[in-house]
């Protein structure tokens, strides 16, 4: 569950008090509200094979993730992972990326 409320409410107060804030997660575009706030986005796409390999470095439920809690993140993210916007970069996130490289394509000095 989310605190709608409050997490719109760190976005704004971050936006006015800093040049660069990240509002990132399962649930950043999820709402029209806060989406509306954001400047430009940044969509990172993984298959289900690099999800699997990387969530099963996730110790907190010991040496190996559940299934159910693997394919019930999976499945969330394919639900509600979305983003609409036409003008959000893309990223491949198979394949290791820069900051240097996302930041120089966000236009950020």
Same mark, same amino acid.
């Given at each position: 569950?989310?605190?709608?409320?409050?997490?719109?409410? *760190?976005?704004?107060?971050?936006?006015?008090?800093?040049? &660069?804030? %990240?509002?990132?997660?399962? !649930?950043?575009?999820? $709402?029209?509200? *806060?989406?509306?706030?954001?400047?430009?986005?940044?969509? &990172?796409? %993984?298959?289900?094979?690099? !999800?699997?390999?990387? $969530?099963?470095?996730?110790?907190?439920?010991?040496?190996?993730?559940?299934?159910?809690?693997?394919?019930?993140?999976?499945?969330?993210?394919?639900?509600?992972?979305?983003?609409?916007?036409?003008?959000?970069?893309?990223?491949?996130?198979?394949?290791?990326?820069?900051?240097?490289?996302?930041?120089?394509?966000?236009?950020?000095?």
């Amino acid at each position: 569950s989310i605190d709608w409320e409050q997490y719109i409410s *760190l976005v704004k107060a971050g936006i006015d008090t800093h040049d &660069v804030v %990240i509002s990132e997660g399962l !649930f950043a575009f999820n $709402k029209p509200e *806060l989406d509306q706030l954001y400047d430009r986005r940044l969509v &990172v796409f %993984i298959d289900k094979k690099t !999800f699997l390999e990387r $969530k099963a470095t996730d110790t907190r439920w010991g040496p190996v993730p559940p299934m159910w809690y693997q394919e019930h993140i999976w499945e969330a993210h394919q639900r509600l992972g979305k983003c609409s916007s036409t003008d959000a970069i893309r990223i491949d996130g198979r394949k290791p990326f820069k900051a240097a490289e996302l930041i120089q394509q966000l236009g950020i000095e």
